[in-house]
């Protein structure tokens, strides 16, 4: 069974740091790209940062410089630093990828709440 479970989020003040974890199960992790997006309140989702299978990275204007996406296939698990939290960033944030195999995976979602 394919599987994204995404853990980390909490609550936290503006100019505070949060790693968010997503870790894969069910599918041959290394061989996809992986993305975070996030849903604000009242908002629709967004992309937030990819890591592609090799390792390149793009990120949303909004978080760059701030927020840093990493893997490591050995464990099959996508990290999300965030630093330098803004209210603005308060959302639930998904991890997804997508293959022909498996159409569009997403993990269940973790919050992030930054207080001002």
């Known amino acids: 069974q394919v599987q994204l479970v995404e853990s980390g989020g909490g609550v936290v003040q503006a100019g505070g740091s949060l790693r968010l974890s997503c870790a894969g199960a069910?599918?041959?992790?290394?061989?996809?790209?992986m993305a975070w997006y996030r849903e604000p309140p009242g908002i629709q989702r967004e992309f937030v940062a990819r890591?592609?299978?090799?390792?390149?990275?793009d990120y949303a204007d909004s978080v760059k410089g701030r927020f840093t996406i990493s893997r490591d296939n050995a464990k099959n698990t996508v990290y999300l630093q965030m630093n330098n939290l803004k209210p603005e960033d308060t959302a639930v944030y998904y991890c997804t990828f997508s293959s022909i195999n498996f159409g569009v995976t997403w993990g269940q979602g973790t919050q992030v709440t930054v207080s001002s």
């Open positions: 069910g599918f041959r992790f290394s061989l996809y790209n």
């Open positions: 890591i592609s299978s090799g390792g390149g990275e």
